[in-house]
């Protein structure tokens, strides 16, 4: 069974500064990778997503991750952060045939001016 | 906005109740799927739906039932309510059922249970 840990339960940071937000994923198979943003009081949104192809996917608002498969890992960076990334992260991991995707728990990115 | 609705916005209620939760998911989006978000278990999937028909399962609770109806909306039904299920539920939608397409989530449905 596939699952996903988020490595931080909460992140603070500077404005201006680079952030990572790590997670690891196992799995057998090949997967899917996913990260969604959740503001305060809203519902989840996509940032980026892996399916196939190159191993770094760039995203919205500035972010990127890289797919790294020997580490099984999928870790997201933003060079630089503003107030307003301050929000929940969560990791996402689904395979083919397993029709639903599985969700860390999530990080607390917390930007601090 | 992600174009996925979801009624009520909050809803407060007594234990041993039952209450009906409802989502419209996007136009053209034929999978809808809940879950449950709390403090300390979570994002949680609950189950998903494809045009209709019950598609996954997810660790959902037998007091909790859902389906999805012809024009697409989809209702989730929790009864026998416990103070442990309020929480925030989530719908999202997206437009197949493959696992490679991503999920629009509504602003969800704040449950607190008295």
């Given at each position: 069974a596939q699952s996903v840990t988020q490595l931080d339960s909460q992140v603070p940071v500077f404005e201006e500064a680079p952030v990572e937000l790590r997670c690891n994923y196992s799995s057998s198979v090949s997967v899917y990778l996913f990260w969604y943003v959740q503001y305060p009081n809203q519902g989840l949104q996509l940032l980026l997503k892996y399916l196939s192809g190159s191993t770094l996917v760039k995203g919205i608002n500035g972010f990127e991750a890289e797919f790294n498969k020997s580490q099984t890992s999928f870790h997201l960076r933003k060079p630089s952060v503003h107030i307003s990334d301050t929000a929940e992260y969560f990791c996402a991991v689904s395979k083919s045939g397993g029709f639903k995707t599985i969700f860390g728990a999530g990080t607390r990115l917390f930007v601090k001016a | 906005d992600s174009g996925v609705t979801q009624t009520p916005k909050h809803l407060i209620t007594a234990t041993g109740q039952r209450v009906t939760l409802r989502c419209s998911p996007r136009s053209g989006d034929l999978s809808v799927y809940w879950y449950q978000q709390s403090l300390d278990q979570g994002l949680q999937f609950l189950i998903q739906y494809y045009n209709g028909e019950e598609r996954a399962k997810g660790?959902?609770?037998?007091?909790f039932s859902a389906q999805q109806f012809p024009d697409l909306h989809s209702e989730l039904n929790l009864s026998s309510l416990e103070l442990g299920d309020s929480a925030l539920y989530f719908c999202a939608s997206s437009v197949g059922t493959s696992e490679h397409y991503e999920q629009y989530f509504g602003p969800g449905t704040r449950l607190t249970v008295t």
């Open positions: - | 660790n959902i609770l037998e007091r």
